[in-house]
Structures are given as structure tokens and as C-alpha cells.
């Protein structure tokens, strides 16, 4: 059910608010463009400047408009684990296919407290699967094999997002957590290496604006055709080098905003790109004629 490339969908603004229209009409182009799944409220979602109500909203909205076409993964993390729990809830109560929950950000556990963490989230949960995200660069804290081995045990968890830029973690995770423990590589720039060490897919930025050949390029990858798979990410490249100039999701926004999909509108403390940056990626644009 959680395979190939994952989208972790930017949240449109408009004048401030959160533009619905502009959600809905990016989700429907995402499955056409043969998405395999939605994440609704990551990072890439700018979760931290969305209060509650908000949160809640985008993921009912993307609920309701993906309509059980393709796996929705809602964002759920926070570093107060009453919090994350209470967005788990959430999401599970309004129809989400699993939660998607970064390791506590800012206050530092330890991997004991990770470990606890974790645990209490998997057993406030009824039954929805949960994602670890583990994204040292963001969070600061960086989840041990060991105790990623120990959460596998747990009913509920799955799988894990990996945003550590190691890929000999691919193989180590798959010897330490349990059969059928889902990997997915957080960093589109190591999506290649990542699968062909036996990843499941890529919950991805570059999605956002190249959904057809980054849906292609995991279809191949599944498919064992590294050759051809290898083509794709080449292609790919400049884009997702370009992403990540400043940022993310401001680069990102600007080049939805250029292909006429969205306002580029970002909450502080994010801002838009600077001109320099711009130039950068009007060439990529230009060179995968995207507009």
C-alpha cells in the first residue's frame, strides 16, 4: 500500500489563509500524474506555522479530495508527545492511511526517551500505521538503529522515513527491524542509491513539481530497472539540487507559483527566495520545460 513516490505536498496560502482551491486542484493533478501517495502537513507543509485548527483542516481536505485513490500519510509529529498523540487521533478519526511522525524536535531526548516516546504514541493509537521521521538536520537528535530495531517490534510502527543522508542505514535497518519494516529515503538527491539498497520509495519535495517523472522513476526502481531508472535521476538532479538552495518549501513554492498552481505565499519566519536563486531555477524550469 506505501510504495514509490510519496509526495510531501506543499500548503497553498492565499492572503494568509489556507487556499483550499488551490489544495484540492494539486492533489487531483498529483494522482493523475500517477503519485503513488500524499503527505499532507510534513515539513514540506510548513506543520510548524499551522496552528491546530489549521492542521486539522489541510489533512480533512486532502482526505476528502484524494477519496481513497491513493494513501494519504498525514502529518502527526511534535516534540510534546501529548500533542503528537492528540494529532494522531486526529487523523486517524477523519480517515487518514497512517501517520507520518518526526522524532521530537528542539528539547533533545535521549534515544531512551525516543524510544518512549514512540512507544506511548503506538499505544494511544487504535490501529493507524505510523512512520518514523528521522531527520538528524531538523530535529537535531539522530534515532539509533537499535532502538529503530526495538520500535519495529511495535504493532502500530512500520516503517521510517530516513532523512540521515546515510544509505548504508538502508541495509543495517532492514538486519536490525522487523520483515516487511517499509524504508523511505527523506532526501530525494539519495532516492537512486537508496532503492537500489532496498528502499521502498521516496516521500518526496521534488514531487511537488515533477510528480510524473518522480512517479516514473520509482515505478522503474520497483521494477528492478536500474538502467533506466538511472536516466530519470539525471534528469531530476539540477531540480532537486535547486530546491534546496535556500530553504525548503520556499524554493518550491516559487516554482509552483511560476507554473500558475499556486501564490508564492510562506509564512514567517520563511520568505520567499532571493533573485539570484530565482535565476537558478527559472533556468532548471526552462531546461525541463515546465511552463
Not at 136 to 157: K, W
Not at 191 to 215: D, Q, R, Y
Not at 219 to 248: Q, R, V, W
Request: aromatic share 6%; hydrophobic share 40%.
Amino acid at each position: 500500500m506505501f510504495k514509490g513516490s510519496i509526495v510531501a505536498i506543499v500548503t497553498p496560502f492565499k492572503n494568509g489563509k489556507i487556499d483550499e482551491t488551490s489544495l484540492r486542484n494539486l492533489v487531483n493533478w498529483h494522482i493523475a500524474e500517477g503519485t503513488h501517495g500524499i503527505v499532507p502537513v510534513g515539513t514540506t507543509g510548513e506543520s510548524p506555522t499551522l496552528d491546530h485548527s489549521e492542521h486539522r483542516e489541510v489533512v480533512e481536505i486532502v482526505i476528502d479530495q484524494v477519496n481513497n485513490r491513493v494513501p494519504v500519510i498525514a502529518g502527526a509529529g511534535s516534540n510534546s508527545t501529548s500533542e503528537a498523540i492528540s494529532l494522531l487521533m486526529h487523523a486517524e478519526s477523519v480517515g487518514a492511511d497512517a501517520a507520518l511522525i518526526v522524532t521530537p524536535y528542539y528539547n533533545k531526548p535521549t534515544q531512551e526517551g525516543l524510544y518512549e516516546h514512540f512507544k506511548a504514541i503506538n499505544r494511544a493509537s487504535m490501529g493507524i500505521p505510523i512512520i518514523i521521521y528521522n531527520i538528524p538536520p531538523r530535529s537535531i537528535v539522530d534515532m539509533s538503529i537499535e532502538v529503530m530495531g526495538q520500535l519495529s517490534n511495535l504493532e502500530n510502527i512500520i516503517g521510517v522515513k530516513d532523512a540521515t543522508s546515510d544509505l548504508s542505514r538502508v541495509e543495517k535497518q532492514k538486519k536490525q527491524c522487523k520483515d516487511g519494516f517499509l524504508q523511505f529515503s527523506g532526501e530525494d538527491i539519495t532516492a537512486f542509491e537508496f532503492m537500489k539498497n532496498g528502499g521502498n520509495g521516496c516521500i518526496s519535495v521534488t514531487a511537488n513539481v515533477l510528480p510524473k517523472l518522480c512517479s516514473d522513476f520509482q515505478n522503474l526502481c520497483i521494477e528492478g530497472n536500474y538502467d533506466e531508472a538511472l536516466k530519470i535521476h539525471k534528469k531530476l538532479e539540477p531540480m532537486h539540487n535547486a530546491l534546496f538552495i535556500e530553504t525548503s518549501p520556499s524554493p518550491v513554492k516559487y516554482v509552483l507559483s511560476k507554473m500558475g498552481r499556486i501564490e508564492d505565499e510562506l509564512r514567517l519566519p520563511l520568505v520567499s527566495i532571493r533573485q539570484e536563486t530565482k535565476e537558478i531555477l527559472d533556468k532548471v524550469i526552462s531546461d525541463l520545460d515546465l511552463i
